[in-house]
T-cell receptor
């Protein structure tokens, strides 16, 4: 069964600290993995996208890693800011198959406090 | 901003009534999608469209229908709303090819529907 799991479910960190969010997937055959940020009451916004051949991708203070062998990805946030408070969603796509192979994870809710 | 507008943004309705949600885009993208988002679940695809009058079902299509008579508008209809359809609904478009082929997804702001 195609699945995307994320951990932790929620996380609270102090402003300025770093954190790492995890994503494990069983989607096959793998095409790409994306991380989205979703602010409360808003639609998700793409942060990074990685294909099979990429094992790291950065977008400012956000760095995503991908281990296609273990089917794991992480999103590292450096020097967190209050505006980083959001839900972070891992999305995995299968290679050239029907639309229902795009699997969204349940998200990790991050709260950055002063 | 991919020029996606959803309406209404909030709606409260009663069980058994019909509801239509509208998604409007300004950039003539071919692919449009309707998702629902519920606590503890990832976004789930309801229906999608790959052109005018060309639509297909997603993984949670029961109880929903869609129509696309113009490139810019994709309508989601609940013929007889039920409490299980209380959710936040997101419209999305993909730029380039379909999502499964690395096309980028852009989402609207969401429509919160409450069915009493």
């Amino acid at each position: 069964k195609n699945q995307v799991e994320q951990s932790p479910q929620s996380l609270i960190i102090l402003e300025g600290k770093n954190c790492t969010l995890q994503c494990n997937y069983t989607v096959s055959p793998f095409s790409n993995l994306r991380w989205y940020k979703q602010d409360t009451g808003r639609g998700p916004v793409s942060l990074t996208i990685m294909t099979f051949s990429e094992n790291t991708k950065s977008n400012g203070r956000y760095t995503a890693t991908l281990d296609a062998d273990t089917k794991q990805s992480s999103l590292h946030i450096t020097a967190s800011q209050l505006s980083d408070s959001a839900s972070y969603i891992c999305v995995v796509s299968a290679m050239k198959t029907s639309y229902d192979k795009v699997i969204f994870g349940p998200g990790t809710s991050l709260s950055v406090i002063p | 901003d991919a020029g996606i507008t959803q309406s209404p943004r909030h709606k409260v309705t009663e069980t058994g009534t019909p509801v239509t949600l509208r998604c409007h885009q300004t950039e003539n993208h071919r692919y449009m999608y309707w998702y629902r988002q519920d606590p503890g679940h990832g976004l789930r695809l309801i229906h999608y469209s790959y052109g005018v009058k060309d639509t297909d079902k997603g993984e949670v299509s029961d109880g929903y229908s869609v129509s696309r008579s113009k490139t810019e508008d994709f309508l989601l209809t609940l013929e007889s709303a039920t409490s299980s359809q209380t959710s936040v609904y997101f419209c999305a478009i993909s730029v380039g090819l379909a999502v499964a082929n690395t096309g980028e997804l852009f989402f609207g702001e969401g429509s919160r529907l409450t069915v009493l």
